[in-house]
């Protein structure tokens, strides 16, 4: 039997080539995510159904993979109709693969809240999956990094995740705009006005001043049911400009009767007053347009885009108060955010921004002369080894051009050939094949050689 | 509604801890893996059923987790009988979680022929699913750490894998023995008795000669149906004793019609060669009572056992030829193993092999004073991060007391206190949390005395 074998719709292999590129993108994150502080967890690929549903709302709970039960699934089923899938699907499917980071860490929190230290500070950094509908870049199967403060409401948490993001991508040479919002503000916005129903009506509006015009805004508030009374007092919001903290005393003046969107203004206010200390590399922007979905979060709103390629956002988070009260344990704030490895890996490589050396192959390859010589080789090269320069011996004794191919194939520097001749002398030939060039090197000089070599490339 | 939450059956969350324990393995294991220039791949969780069924025996094919189609899953289907259940499994599921990385690696190394460099030299580290019943030591998600090189016959391929065995282990400090045998004696074996089918039995009767003795394992293979005539030619190999060499003398003479069991004689011998070049820290034992299975493999079979812990293998693999033949790729030979990072967590825990060092947490915390503190703190911090030292700021005005504790419970090793009175003075509080001790130092100075002492532990 001959399959043509591919994988499923939506989800790819990688490549050693993009798996250097994702390790690359991965250590840089978790070198940043360390430095601050935060421990790795990891939680497993399934989750019982019960911990997933209801936690993404009913588009997301379509989306979660069901996992059919094992051995006889269809024991003590009594019934079945194949137009109710939906219902059997719950009979004959306990667990689901995990479709974000963030409900199975807030599972992990509670299941294991008598072990843990708060602040628990943790990041992770796995796979998640989801039955979208696969498109460029979207896929079934893609990384969250993701990054969290649990059992802490203090407005430093914000401050230094903003830090975390200016740092990830600062050192990955990526030019973002990190946009923040504010859940109290967006409610005292919609207090004002006196219909909290309108909200998301309102910040889709502003989002679209600066392409079609004040005018054009109320027309489309009006249609969608807005008074003009509630107009006039949006006006100052929607014509909002200035830096952020002019903005903020714009709307501290407008939120003079709302307890919420006040508290709102003096959070963000503080939190750029403690930006205002450090010399960040990217620009941080106050955005009213920015809500994120909204009722997941209860505080502030982070999203992160890159400057220089149109991609969606590359980053995002925000504070949430209640996400372990659904697992039984109430009154926990927590604030995070989560990296899009693959998005981030399409700008990389859209700029061509990935470092030259990540795509480093083995050192050095050594040429097979035959049995005799092989094990000459092999014994260089373990003195090699012990120092940290990678090396293989070519496996057959093929001709030279072949195995000097596959060096050059695999991008291999340096190689080695010890044959009769060099074995006797204690001379072996060392070629670059960056450079053609050939010379006879001292078995004893061969690992300074290297060592000097591979430092000068980091 | 309040869950009581939980992970399904059989799986496990890792904490910050266990976490730093096997980071450690998968880092020691990557490190050895890449010193011998193999790169990493990655395949997604998911395979087409089609891709997994029908490769791991019967038992197998009931082992792995299926996966509901999304959408209207019963679509197409007529007709549904609750007796029927493996029937229906596969009209509603077409995607499966992968049960190892053997089968996805051939599937990989098929789709993806014209874009690899033979001999491909890979490793995959990733999780495998298997619907087992749980229990100690087994789990329905683990690790694999596969390590294999496709598209060389050379045995040169099969002594590197021990000499990465012995690396990997000896990097560890886990005492190991590595058993080796052969499938190509085996079949000689049962050649030279007539009785293919008997092999099982005779593997089997073998490895109780040491508990049982001579005479009973006879008993058993003459209830097992072979004659006093095949009892007679296997003898000499069921008293097999001695050094590798001098059994496999053995074996060359007891195989003098056999060409395949000479075949198989021959490639241990040439390993044994290789191998005594070279000094190894664990020993290589010819173990004609290994099997694994069988059928999947062609050659070379290799099995690590603890010395320390019985806990069955800790790494086991071979020679296989004929895997990427069933996706329409054949004559491609395989040769590679597989080292199980639970079992080996298991056995560095049992005999507390864990470098103290791996526990290590924050580098340093600072204590939280207030607003104007947090700022000159945070200042500081930045400055030490730039040097690789990681530190958080509590995030909390909260009591000393609770702060020290965190710090404590966190084992973090250093406390910073820059309260009004150092901030004046540029006069740190620097508090060693091990030994109690508490000193001033200059603000210029904590960056100096905090490498020194990183570099003395790392």
Redesign the interface.
Known sequence: ????????KG??????HE?AGR?YIFDTIKQVF????Y??????????L??LL?KYGEEGD??I????N??????G????S?????K??FD????G?RYDLTVPFA??V???QN?I?F?F??YQIQ?V?R?DKPQKGRY??FYQCDVD?IG???L??E??LIKIIDNIFSLLNIRTITKINNRNILTGLSELIGMPEKITDITVAIDKLEKIGFDKVCQELISKGLSQTAIDMLEPVLKLTGSNHEKLNILRKIFKTSEIGLKGVDEMVEIFD?LS??SLKSDIELDLTLARGLSYYTGVIIEVKSMDVAIGSVCGGGRYDNLTG???LPGVSGVGVSFGADRIFDVLSTLKLFPEEIQA??DV?FV?FG?KE??YS??VM?NL?RF??????Y??NSKLKKQLG?AS??KIKWVVMAGEEEIITGLLSLKNMHTGEQELVHSNELLNKLKINKKSHG
């Not at 989800?11 to 050693?16: I, L, V």
């Not at 360390?34 to 502080?37: I, S």
């Not at 940290?388 to 011996?393: A, D, H, M, V, W």
């Open positions: 039997m001959s399959l043509k074998p591919s994988t499923p989800t790819r292999d990688f490549s050693p798996m390790n360390k430095l601050y502080g421990m790795p967890i990891e939680t497993p690929a399934m989750e019982n019960s911990t209801g379509r989306l993979f069901k996992i059919l094992s051995g006889n699934f269809l024991e089923v009594k019934e079945i194949v137009n109710e899938s939906n059997l699907s004959i499917c306990e667990k693969l599972r992990f509670v299941q294991n072990d230290t602040p500070k943790r796979p999956w039955a079934r199967e403060v802490s409401n203090s430093l948490n401050v230094e403690y200390a450090f659904i697992f039984g192959s083995v390859m097979n049995k092989a094990v092999l014994q373990d080894k940290g320069i990678s090396c293989e011996l496996p057959d596959y194939q695999k």
